[in-house]
């Protein structure tokens, strides 16, 4: 199975044009499987609520899910990308999951950073995961791997792979998730943007760097900071659901729930 990232500059709030680059990308690649970044579709440095909301699309009858939909079916790959979601009078931090068959499923991003708290509700359904037939997927979005949890909870759950659109500002995903990989054993792509978005008083610069990691905590592949680029690798999924460290060790059978109550609020004096 080859997976891999797309990594660009998006530029805000053109949602067609943002689009039509990612498509022309992925259409250069032979993937099995592709992530774009986070937000990868409207830009990230939004300057209002009412603005995220002008540039939110309903999931799955949005503009940009039906075009990755189609860009899916005509390369036979499967993409997950980050998007703005619109759900009645809310508005999530959203990545979409699609085959060459269509839409498979979305997730809602759980810890929402910095001015995201401002723009976007929580997620509220969790983190999924996907059976796709060559691997299981989990998904997870940008902040989310400063928790250990969730790649814990997704790896869990079975993932094979974890997808991580992504929009990184602060120097420390890239290292970390060596770290990540190699303690839950699965393989992880981290789909970062590129370029500084400057809007109004607001700037941010986006480090690049996407990066394919392997169980083993090996970084695969890197991409530049500031490259435009497609970045795949060919991977085995199985290797990813042998979860002994040696003869003695299993990363799962060796846990002891028993004694982790603090992590959801148990064992805790009030």
């Known amino acids: 199975m080859k997976i891999g990232f797309v990594q660009f500059e998006p530029l805000f709030g053109d949602v067609d044009g943002n689009l039509k680059k990612a498509g022309d990308l992925i259409m250069e690649s032979d993937a099995d499987l592709l992530v774009l970044p ?3 579709n409207t830009g990230y440095v939004f300057t209002s609520k009412e603005e995220a909301v002008s540039l939110a699309e309903e999931v799955p009858r949005g503009r ?3 075009g990755l939909c189609e860009v899916a079916k005509e390369k036979g790959v499967f993409i997950v990308a980050g998007l703005a979601e619109k759900d009645g009078d809310r508005i999530y931090n959203s990545s979409v999951l699609v085959s060459p068959d269509g839409y498979v499923g979305r997730y809602r991003k759980t810890h929402l950073f910095f001015e995201e708290k401002l723009w976007f ?4 359904e969790g983190f999924q995961v996907y059976d796709i037939g060559i691997c299981t997927v989990g998904i997870m979005i940008c902040f989310d791997w400063f ?10 759950m079975g993932a094979d792979l974890i997808c991580h659109p992504s929009n990184l500002v602060m120097p420390f995903c890239q290292e970390s998730m060596k770290t990540r990989c ?6 992880a792509v981290t789909a970062n943007r590129t370029g500084t978005e400057a809007r109004g008083d607001k700037s941010l610069f986006f480090t690049g760097m996407s990066q394919i990691t392997g169980p083993d905590g090996t970084i695969l592949y890197r991409a530049g900071e500031d ?3 497609v970045g795949t690798v060919e991977t085995d999924p199985k290797v990813a659901r042998d979860k002994n460290v040696n003869r003695y060790n299993n990363l799962v059978t060796d846990r002891r729930p028993g004694f982790y109550g603090h992590l959801v609020g148990k064992n805790r004096k009030e």
């Open 182 to 187: 190699l303690e839950n054993h699965v393989f």
């Open 64 to 66: 940009t899910t039906r």
């Open 227 to 229: 490259s435009q680029e």
């Open 38 to 40: 986070e937000l990868f």
């Open 121 to 124: 509700d929580p997620g509220d």
């Open 147 to 156: 928790f250990p949890e969730s790649m814990r909870v997704l790896s869990l």
